[in-house]
């Protein structure tokens, strides 16, 4: 039976982090402020939106939200966006995704300064992470850095497989991975003999967007496997990318869905904002 990785318990130890870090920087007269934009009325994008404030007022953000109906015009989001890069007490902006068809993201998320970038997603944070520059990381993928490390694991010189190319998973991920000096495949949907490439993996991060789609035959024996799918089964009843109650028998230690990946998330979220300030 493996490890259960605690995502909750760690993001709440580095929530605890920041609240301090935060104290000390209103001591030296820095306040830390957030600036939160929703775009239309998308159930799921206002729980996380909301759970971005509540993790902001716990650890001492100040969080500003913008909350916009679902007509608002491209031009009045930048519009918004360039006054929010001059504000200098908003350190943070973040534009909740996915957005209304008629609207660019790609647009919106390049407008943000990438001085406020604390998603991580506009192509100069992406071109820093790339080229081994300081910059702003998506949370996600930090997040599983700091959850294998702080599990206590080592990432130097293990062969790590992720699956999946997103622009906001995959592919930062694998950079990551190569930063801590491991050995990096990635794969994805087109992918041949995938059980075969999963199973060299020291450490398997699934980013597949497939529910449980990860099963036993795609694990090696003792293997660490962090699960950033979310999915709802039939029964309404919460699942990832991975199989998790064939996995944990086969793996040393594996995220769970909920109380993973996701809550790190938000803390890495809150720590670019830290780090934006003190910029
Ligand atoms: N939608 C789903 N996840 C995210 C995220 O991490 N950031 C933003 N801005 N939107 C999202």
């Known amino acids: 039976m493996s490890r259960r990785i605690d995502g909750k318990a760690i993001a709440a130890q580095i929530k605890d982090e920041l609240k301090e870090e935060v104290l000390r920087l209103k001591g030296s007269g820095v306040t830390v402020g957030l600036a939160v934009i929703l775009v239309g009325e998308d159930t799921a994008s206002a729980i996380y939106v909301n759970n971005k404030k509540k993790a902001c007022e716990y650890v001492g953000i100040e969080s500003v939200s913008y909350e916009l109906p679902a007509d608002t015009s491209q031009e009045d989001l930048l519009a918004l966006i360039g006054r929010l890069n001059q504000e200098e007490k908003i350190n943070g902006i973040l534009v909740q995704l996915p957005l209304p068809e008629h609207i660019d993201e790609e647009a919106v998320i390049t ?36 959850l294998i490390r702080r599990s206590g694991f080592s990432i130097e010189g293990k062969e790590c497989v992720v699956v999946g190319r997103s622009n906001i998973v995959g592919k930062p991920m694998a950079l990551l991975l190569l930063r801590e000096n491991a050995t990096v495949t ?69 995220t769970p869905v909920p109380g993973g990946v996701g809550p790190m998330t938000i803390a890495m979220l809150l720590a670019n904002c830290v780090e934006a300030a003190k910029r």
């Open 186 to 254: 990635v794969a994805h949907s087109k992918t041949e003999n995938l059980q075969q490439v999963t199973s060299r993996a020291d450490i398997l991060v699934a980013a597949v967007g497939k529910p449980k789609f990860i099963t036993a035959d795609y694990v090696k024996e003792g293997a660490v496997v962090i699960d950033v799918g979310i999915h709802r089964t039939a029964g309404r009843k919460m699942c990832g990318d991975v199989d998790f109650e064939e996995v944990q028998k086969k793996a040393a230690a594996i």
């Open 111 to 146: 407008a943000i300064s990438p001085d406020k970038d604390v998603d991580g997603f506009h192509t100069e944070s992406a071109g820093r992470l790339l080229v081994g520059k300081e910059g702003f990381l998506p949370c996600t993928p930090a997040g599983i850095i700091q």
